[in-house]
């Protein structure tokens, strides 16, 4: 998966456009380019989360920070971790204020315990092959956010929704082909250097820019929330999400006080 990432932003020129942002996070440019769209769901995650300028935030799989602009103006501070180096350079590249980006495995998170108050992992688990694997990315996201805090986990794909996904993924990209045309990847626009290490990485390793597609059960989560003692919510992905129906968000409350 790394290697996915590495490639999709390796050949991106600084500053980035949102248009890259949207083809770094693997996301259609035609709906999450758009500033309406984009505010919307900054929005519905600040409500969740219920965003204050006293609380330290951590993104887990920021990718090159297509949220982070949004979301950074909510609270104290962000933090944003990626496995993905070149992506995260990207985010850098932004020189956001009150923002940092660090690369670091979801799984192994190099924070202390009771770090941050509020902690979000958004459209990262269609990636993650195995809930065991999930199991380890939200304990680390459990260990670092402190007592009273909150985590939201958005864009799970709904394992009962597997059959309708696929009509809806179809149904998506002829909707959005017949109303903005098709979808462009950006072009390699930086030095020859970086061109000649995409095409190696092509060529040499056969890797081609490819976003996993991964399904869970809400019940994963809410026996997750169990064991844990902690108080769970789960609810839809946000109403203009074209996945909406399909896919869902967790938001998790850690016991005790802030």
């Known amino acids: 998966m790394t290697a996915f990432y590495d490639l999709r932003a390796i050949g991106i020129s600084v500053p980035p456009s949102v248009e890259d942002l949207c083809h770094v996070s693997g996301k259609d440019v035609r709906v999450w380019g758009r500033q309406d769209f984009l505010d919307d769901v900054i929005e519905s995650i600040r409500r969740q989360l219920e965003l204050s300028p006293s609380h330290a935030m951590l993104e887990v799989g920021c990718a090159a920070g297509l949220l982070t602009a949004g979301l950074s103006r909510h609270v104290g501070s962000y933090s944003g ?15 956001l204020a009150g923002a940092e980006f660090q690369v670091m495995d979801a799984a192994r998170l190099d924070f202390p315990a009771r770090h941050f108050d509020r902690v979000l992992c958004y459209d990262v688990l269609t990636n993650v092959p195995a809930f065991r694997i999930v199991r380890q990315i939200m304990s680390e996201m459990m260990r670092v956010t402190r007592p009273g805090g909150k985590m939201l986990i958005g864009g799970i794909n709904d394992r009962s929704m597997t059959e309708s996904f696929g009509r809806r993924l179809a149904a998506v990209a002829e909707d959005l082909d017949r109303r903005y045309g098709p979808a462009r990847r950006p072009q390699v626009k930086s030095s020859l ?4 290490l995409l095409w190696y990485k092509r ?4 890797i081609e820019p490819k976003v996993g597609c991964y399904f869970f059960c809400r019940e994963e989560f809410l026996r997750f929330g169990e064991e844990h003692g902690l108080t769970t919510q789960i609810c839809d992905v946000h109403e203009r999400n074209p996945y909406f129906g399909c896919r869902f968000n967790v938001l998790y409350t850690i016991p005790g006080h802030s």
């Open 193 to 196: 250097f970086r061109r000649i």
């Open 81 to 95: 971790i990626d496995v993905s180096r070149a992506a995260v350079g990207l985010a850098r590249s932004r020189r």
């Open 203 to 206: 060529a040499v390793w056969g």
